[in-house]
Structures are given as C-alpha cells and as structure tokens.
T-cell receptor, first 115, second 115 residues
Framework: SQQGEEDPQALSIQEGENATMNCSYKTSINNLQWYRQNSGRGLVHLILIRSNEREKHSGRLRVTLDTSKKSSSLLITASRAADTASYFCATDSVAGGTSYGKLTFGQGTILTVHP | DTGVSQNPRHKITKRGQNVTFRCDPISEHNRLYWYRQTLGQGPEFLTYFQNEAQLEKSRLLSDRFSAERPKGSFSTLEIQRTEQGDSAMYLC?????????????FGSGTQLSVL
C-alpha cells in the first residue's frame, strides 16, 4: 500500500520558475527520501532528510520535513526543461526501532517544465 | 557502468506462461529489493534480500511469484502462470543497507506485458 500522498498530482510551470511538491505520510519514519523518474526509466535518488532534520539543501533542491504534521516538501528552484519528470517521496519507516531500508513510495507528482 | 542492471528491458508474454527477470546489483551492495510499478503509481515493495537471505515478502507477492538471490549476488524474480494483472514495470534496487547509506540505486526496470 502507498504510505504517502503527494500534492499536486501534476504541475506545469515555465522554465525559470520554482516548483514545489508536497508529501504527507502516516507512520513514524527514520528518514524521508525524494526520487526522480524519467518516463519509462528507473528512479534516481535526489535527497534524503532524517527524522531529526528540518531542512536540507542540495544544489537547486530544498527539502523540508515536519514530523509533527507528517509532511515534507520538495522545492526545485530556477527550474529547467530537463527537470521534467515524475517526483516521488519515499519513507523509511521505523520497524521495531530498526530501519530495514525498505521504502514506501507515494504516488508521485508529474512535473512539466516548459521552455 | 557499475549501476544496477536488469534484463530483459521488455518482456511480452501470453497469459499462463512463466517469465523470469534478472537483476545484477551494484557489486558491494548487500541489500537487494524488488518493486512493482503500474502506470501512474509509485513503486510498490515486493520483497528484499540481505545477502542471500530473503527477509521480507509483501502480501502482493502471491504464490505464483518467487525470488531468489543465490550466493548473495544477482537475483531472479519468476512469475508462474502469468495473468494480465501482472503487467507492470518490475524494478530492482540495491543498497549498502547501512546507516548513512540508505539510499536505493535503481535499475531501469523490466516492463512486462501479459497478453
């Protein structure tokens, strides 16, 4: 079953604009990760944020995590046409206090960046 | 290229036939995961291995599905008596399975079409 819900399901923007995607989850987590998937391909890891972190940056990516609201957001700044892809959040849930690295994915946000 | 390799990329089969997929993980990764993804959805966990031991199987993995990882290296996923509902992208991923190395590396997937 899908742990996360992502919002919006689809996002269409112009090059240069910022894109924000949101993710909500249900259970306690060790970490939350964001992945990107180009059409018909495998997923590529973008960024990981741990449960004791609130914000993390990597290049043009900024991720926030609010464990009290069980939600996260991914911000892509100064978007490019090459950022067009599906973006998924994935949670690594606590299981008996041990992380097994088994990720539960959301349904994803389809981002289209127009040149 | 030392990434995760999956074969075949595409498989078309008739209902009732058996199919087998292969995954070669990154060589030093001791964890290997299988996920299934249908159109417009995020990946759903099927099973995972720690070295050669299969540690968890999802309820999605019916008796018709079997996965192996002999010698803790490559893995195979077999589907017996395929059904049209088995049509999906089957994704393999691997990881080091250690704290600070939890991200998954995905292969490009095997797209299964059951006619």
């Amino acid at each position: 079953s899908q742990q996360g819900e992502e919002d919006p399901q689809a996002l269409s923007i112009q090059e240069g604009e910022n894109a924000t995607m949101n993710c909500s989850y249900k259970t306690s987590i060790n970490n939350l990760q964001w992945y990107r998937q180009n059409s018909g391909r495998g997923l590529v890891h973008l960024i990981l944020i741990r449960s004791n972190e609130r914000e993390k940056h990597s290049g043009r990516l900024r991720v926030t995590l609010d464990t009290s609201k069980k939600s996260s957001s991914l911000l892509i700044t100064a978007s490019r046409a090459a950022d067009t892809a599906s973006y998924f959040c994935a949670t690594d849930s606590v299981a008996g206090g041990t992380s097994y690295g088994k990720l539960t994915f959301g349904q994803g946000t389809i981002l289209t960046v127009h040149p | 290229d030392t990434g995760v390799s999956q074969n075949p990329r595409h498989k078309i089969t008739k209902r009732g036939q058996n199919v087998t997929f292969r995954c070669d993980p990154i060589s030093e990764h001791n964890r290997l995961y299988w996920y299934r993804q249908t159109l417009g959805q995020g990946p759903e966990f099927l099973t995972y291995f720690q070295n050669e031991a299969q540690l968890e199987k999802s309820r999605l993995l019916s008796d018709r599905f079997s996965a192996e990882r002999p010698k803790g290296s490559f893995s195979t996923l077999e589907i017996q008596r395929t059904e049209q509902g088995d049509s999906a992208m089957y994704l393999c991923a691997s990881s080091l399975g250690q704290i600070a190395h939890e991200k998954l590396f995905f292969g490009s997937g095997t797209q299964l079409s059951v006619l």
